[in-house]
């Protein structure tokens, strides 16, 4: 991949590269990536490749796409959409503005989120990776940490949890199998004079699941063993009740376990993403006791692993939406709670494309083949990437030869450009090769 960055000194640019540069100033990128574009066309003997060179790296930066793919939570597309924006304005990030001396940046957002499932205290770090991670340092460095074996699982984007276990300088117990781990398997483990087990872990399997034969202890079976239980659940789901969405739960959640109910069950700590069904930032939440809670904040990796001011302030909006019981100023909850007539009130906006039906899911490596039905629109023929290369990139599937936009994903903001951009499309015919 060519790389954004000049690599090549710029005294002694022959002359036609800096007027190469010049022409491409249509393109919106600083001169000196428009001389790299220039550069790199020239010496691959090929001048008026300049301009899609130029495009090219202007596309490689991060930029809003329209979203029709229907996966709620898209990994490759940043998982939850959160709007949250602020100003070039100092704030009290670790100032107690009632004492005027040094504050906490841990007792914002996260503290809001303990409140919201009902957790003594709670902090937040990077992402869920660094939150296990943290815990098991925390608790259970140079100690065991006993583990189901059917929970030895990687998440996505190489998260293994027993790399995770080991960089934690936790050592792993292994118990029972694959597809079944009974309580009786972690008790054993924990009584055997031979381990020092510092915590038990239960691990959510959050991207597959395993049917037939199986079984696995819930969440109270693990919770009175003597160590505490360190539930990963992943999702970020606060409370299985949904109190923010006024129908109440979806029926696709499912059995999807939540941060309240895991601590009412009797999880000593619970962790989780904040930008997957929490529907925030990316971040990671370390929830539960408040002894164990401050001895991941004691930690010396707890200040490795921070989470900065903007992040924050996107948890607290996004916590504070919670607490209000306002889902839908939760982006993800408001798209995943529209019903298919509500959909389907927009199809106006789409005459002349095909309305389907079609398969929403709440994607981000949760949930995994959860559908949600969906209402989508379809024009004949592949234009996924003629919709891709548009000023603004529409993201779409194709499903039995024709060009699908789910509308669940799409913002109805867009529902204009999304429908200009799939009649654009589909009336153009290729030229012949
Ligand atoms: C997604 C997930 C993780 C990793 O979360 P990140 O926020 O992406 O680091 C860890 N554990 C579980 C159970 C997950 O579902």
Known sequence: MPSLVADVPTQDRPPSVDRLARSLA??????????????????AGDPDSAEDRARAMRRRLLAPVINGTGVLLHTNL??????????????????????????????????????ACGAEAAMAVNNCASAVMLVLAALASGRDAVVSRGELVEIGGGFRVPDVMAWSGARLVEVGTTNRTRRADFAAAVADGANDVAVVVQVHQSNFRVV??????????????????????GSGLLD??????????????????????????????????????????????????????????????ARALRPGSLVLAALQHTALAY??????????????????????????????????????????????GVEIESVGVAATGDHVNRLRSRPRPIIARVVDGATVVDLRTVHPDDDAEVAAALREAASVTEPPA
């Open 26 to 43: 249509g393109v919106d990128l600083p001169h000196p990536l428009l001389v790299d574009a220039a550069r790199a066309a020239i010496a």
């Open 78 to 115: 940043g998982r939850a959409p959160l709007a949250w924006s602020q100003g070039a304005d100092y704030s009290n990030l670790e100032l107690d503005l009632e004492t005027g001396e040094r504050g906490d940046r841990q007792a914002g957002a996260p503290a809001l989120l303990a409140r």
């Open 212 to 233: 037939g034969y199986t079984e696995a202890p819930r969440t109270a079976e693990l919770a009175d063993l003597g160590p505490p239980l360190v539930a990963d659940i």
């Open 240 to 301: 299985s009740r949904c109190g923010w969405l006024a129908g109440g739960p979806p029926p696709w959640l499912d059995s999807e376990p939540a941060a309240r109910q895991s601590i009412e069950a009797g999880a000593a700590l619970v962790t989780f993403s904040g930008d997957k069904l929490l529907g925030g930032p990316q971040a990671g939440i370390i929830a539960g006791r408040a002894d164990l809670v401050d001895a991941c904040r004691r930690h010396p990796l």
């Open 323 to 368: 607490l209000r019981g306002d889902g839908d100023a939760i982006e993800f909850w408001r798209m995943a709670a529209l019903t298919p007539a509500q959909l389907r009130e927009r199809l106006g906006a789409y005459e002349g494309l095909r309305e389907v039906s079609t398969a929403a899911t709440p994607g981000g490596g949760t949930l995994p």
